[in-house]
């Protein structure tokens, strides 16, 4: 079989495997979108540079088969300026082998394999950082992202896979992500202005400050069920959640229960507090919710509440108990 350059004896070695199913790979590569040169080896490079591997493995073409491992690359300062470029291997696109710590492999193409035909995108993997939470509940549901060049993204959680969450993700433009965050803007809205009508999908699946692909998306981000159902749900700039955000967290089915005497019903702060068999429980109302005229302190009421978790300042999980609907007992 030919190879794409030219190989010493007894290359590709025996221990490669013979490419049979489709696979994915990652590359780093200068060019966007990328060319044949990026997919030159080292030798081809540097014919006349001395190398720490073995001359079989210099003549063939250094891939990753996780993307975090490539990526992390990048942040060497002799690869400062490259980018992650997603493969698409098909059948008889040659032989590989691991041939690092991590996992790199060396690949080496053979002649007749057209590299460029077979790039999903043709072009860079768009990937962007989480740059703020803005909603969670047990787990991240909505939070601002900004790729390397200072762009600015939404991401919507949509469903998860196996232990993944997945999120639908948009583009925005700086000064309406400022209206959203200042309550002007609904979601809705927002994410069906992404410039060009582009969206995408990633896959959390690493740590939360872990880089996260975003895979294009073709099909109409409105004719998905992926946007919010109503114009009704809106970041609320205070510390108290809106309606909309304790009706999402009702609608999730963990409303929380409980029977007890009154302790506490301070109309003023909205603060309360339940003597149930358990203990002592306390909460707060909200915007739009019953409030608490009329409650008779060490009179027995059930309370029905919405628990919204946020991140406090040191990113620990903190829950607090909104009231829902109130009952005499």
Not at 305 to 325: E, F, G, I, M
């Amino acid at each position: 079989m030919t190879y794409r350059e030219p190989l010493p004896e007894c290359c590709s070695p025996d221990d490669a495997e013979e490419i049979t199913t489709p696979r994915i790979l990652y590359r780093l590569v200068r060019s966007n979108p990328p060319t044949d040169n990026d997919f030159r080896s080292q030798r081809a490079e540097r014919p006349t540079a001395r190398f720490n591997v073995s001359e079989c493995q210099a003549r063939g073409v250094s891939v990753y088969v996780n993307f975090h491992d490539a990526e992390r690359q990048t942040r060497r300062p002799k690869l400062k300026g490259l980018a992650v470029c997603k493969l698409d291997l098909t059948t008889r696109a040659g032989r590989i082998r691991k041939t690092g710590g991590t996992s790199h492999h060396t690949w080496w193409p053979y002649a007749d394999y057209d590299i460029l035909a077979n790039l999903p995108n043709g072009e860079f993997m768009k990937i962007v950082k989480l740059n703020e939470v803005l909603e969670y509940y047990d787990g991240i549901l909505l939070f601002a992202a900004c790729d390397p060049i200072g762009g600015n993204y939404l991401c919507e959680a949509i469903d998860a896979v196996g232990d993944y969450d997945r999120y639908a993700v948009v583009g925005v433009r700086p000064e309406r992500m400022a209206d959203f965050r200042a309550g002007q803007v609904d979601l809705r809205t927002l994410m069906l202005e992404s410039p060009g009508g582009e969206w995408y999908i990633t896959a959390a699946d690493g740590a939360i400050d872990d880089p996260l692909v975003l895979e294009p998306q073709h099909k109409p981000l409105t004719e998905t069920e992926y946007l919010p159902g109503g114009d009704d749900y809106f970041l609320s700039p205070e510390e108290t959640p809106d309606g909309g955000t304790i009706r999402r967290a009702l609608e999730r089915g963990k409303v929380v229960t409980l029977t007890g005497l009154v302790e506490q019903a301070n109309c003023g702060a909205g603060e309360w507090a339940l003597l149930t068999e358990e203990g002592i429980q306390s909460g707060r109302t909200y915007p739009g919710g019953p409030g608490l005229d009329g409650l008779q302190v060490g009179k027995r009421y059930r309370f029905k509440c919405a628990p919204v978790t946020k991140l406090d300042s040191l990113s620990r999980d903190k829950q607090t108990l909104y009231l829902h609907h109130v009952e005499n007992v």
